[in-house]
């Protein structure tokens, strides 16, 4: 693993755990925590950044704020240069019998076994050296796997048992160098929820979770169309086995430290209402759980207002990473029908498009495919400010998103959205925290998940009805007006910091 520190203090208020996100990726998760601590400018911050590769990050996106005050990054798997020398000795039978309860609990609801939340179990009991290279850790695996893998290549089982387990070593190194921490706040559950658990069992800290989209849905996601995982199933038996137990035992993998994170989290907060259902669902105690939505600057957004022509822009704007995720291939198919019918129209995406190069790659080849070049307009990172009069619609073709910010800056800036019906979309778009929310009307349209057809559909009627448009604008202005304002937001955590500080 590779660390770097960018800055250092012996001490902060509250730790934020990144995981790829602030300060090296613009938008989405980047946006809030730089939004958290320009708006809460008493309390002192620090971030612990979790990366993969060095080579993934092009640099710092963010002017830092100055109670940033302390910003560690680590690069998960980045090897290195010096591999450990290590002999083959053994390990302490109930250090691997503690080993043994943590991994034979990835199918059950059991917490962190005692032994485990110890300091020393990762740094003495078992270290990293004796994990990777012990006799005791191939016995471990070879009795795993010949409990349930038997169909499954050992080579392809045992390096996934490596690559699995071998974060949470770094993760305890992690642990054990942070400052003196007073709360710990991670915006998700995975790697970053990891180090907030075990940093907590460790040395008594409050640990908040705060879920912008459900991690463990999304990594599920991520795992069952990537095609990194390397999986052979054996035909031995004679009969067909279509599951992938390698990607089967990643997902397990989450569920399980994802629900650590929410047996020791102080507080598991969600943005709207459905996404603290789905956090029940995967186990979260209800009384542990709130709502805490999304908040942006109401009245700065508001001047963009009067920059805008009389008349509707015949432009959809996408805001976001260009990644599969995002869905932007049914994006570019549905534009096919909309350029059919509005000669004139024009959809901008705005946002990265190096994180999956691949898929961008795809993206730009499927443009000139259905002869869109006139029609559609990658512009990479821009000021949003200065996007948002310029367009007639902005629109999300996502699977997965929690609260997207970036539709609730649209609608102060007076542009409503067609999005698809996922995260919070709905409730933003229809309304959905009350009933006088609901009353308030559309504030746009909301469209199946992967259909092309419904959204064009919206598109046009979005940018051909004037009238309709102008409703839907007034409705977008009053609903974040009324509900999700950045002074309301920060307040709410400037509260619970201050009351976990007091008790702490």
Not at 124 to 142: A, G, K, P
Not at 240 to 266: C, G, H, T
Not at 341 to 366: F, H, T
Not at 408 to 420: C, S
């Amino acid at each position: 693993m590779k660390k770097r520190t960018l800055l250092e203090a012996e001490s902060v208020d509250i730790m934020l755990l990144a995981e790829g996100t602030y300060p090296y990726v613009k938008g989405g998760v980047s946006s809030w925590i730089h939004q958290l601590m320009r708006g809460l400018p008493n309390k002192r911050f620090g971030i612990c950044f979790l990366g993969s590769f060095e080579k993934d990050y092009e640099g710092v996106q963010y002017e830092f704020p100055k109670n940033l005050v302390h910003l560690e990054v680590h690069y998960m798997f980045q090897e290195s240069e010096d591999p450990p020398i290590t002999e083959r000795g053994h390990i302490d039978p109930e250090a691997i019998a503690a080993l043994d309860d943590l991994h034979s609990g990835m199918k059950t609801r059991e917490t962190l076994p005692e032994r485990i939340a110890r300091e020393t179990f990762f740094t003495d009991d078992v270290t990293f050296e004796n994990f990777l290279y012990s006799h005791d850790t191939w016995e471990f695996i070879r009795k795993y796997y010949n409990k349930g893998a038997y169909n499954t290549p050992f080579i392809d089982y045992f390096w996934t048992i490596r690559s699995m387990h071998r974060p949470l070593w770094i993760i305890a190194s992690i642990v054990r160098n942070l400052p003196k921490t007073s709360i710990l706040h991670s915006p998700s559950t995975g790697y970053a929820g990891f180090i907030g658990m075990l940093a907590s069992y460790q040395k008594n800290i409050p640990f908040i979770l705060t879920e912008h989209g459900i991690y463990t849905r999304e990594r599920k996601i991520d795992l069952l169309t990537a095609d990194w995982i390397t999986y052979h199933p054996l035909a031995l038996l004679g009969t067909p086995y279509e599951d992938n137990y390698i990607k089967e035992l990643w997902v397990r993998f989450f569920q399980k430290i994802a629900a650590l994170s929410y047996d020791r989290a102080y507080q598991i907060i969600s943005l709207y209402s459905g996404a603290r259902q789905v956090q029940i669902a995967f186990g979260a105690d209800p009384a542990k759980t709130r709502i805490i939505p999304n908040g942006v600057d109401v009245d700065g957004l508001g001047k963009l207002v009067k920059l805008r022509e009389e008349r509707v822009p015949p432009v959809v704007g996408f805001i976001g990473r260009v990644v599969s995720i995002k869905d932007v291939k049914t994006l570019i198919r549905a534009m096919r029908i909309v350029a059919d019918k509005l000669k004139e129209v024009e959809c901008w995406i705005i946002g990265p498009d190096d994180e999956d190069p691949e898929y961008s790659r795809e993206c730009k080849e499927m443009v000139k495919a259905l002869k869109l070049e006139n029609h559609i307009k990658f512009l990479g990172f821009q000021n949003i400010r200065e996007m948002l009069p310029k367009i007639g619609i902005l629109t999300l073709t996502s699977i997965s998103e929690g609260m997207p910010l970036v539709v609730l800056e649209a609608f102060a800036a007076g542009v409503p959205a067609v999005t698809t019906d996922v995260g919070s979309c709905r409730d933003l778009i229809y309304g959905g925290i009350d009933d006088e929310d609901k009353a308030l009307g559309a504030a746009g349209i909301v469209t199946p998940i992967a259909d092309p057809g419904k959204i064009g559909e919206a598109y046009i009627s979005m940018l051909t009805d004037e009238e309709a448009w102008k409703k839907a604008q007034k409705v977008a202005l009053e609903r974040v007006e009324r509900y999700y304002r950045q002074e309301s937001f920060l307040e709410t955590y400037d509260k619970l910091y201050d009351e976990l500080l007091e008790r702490k």
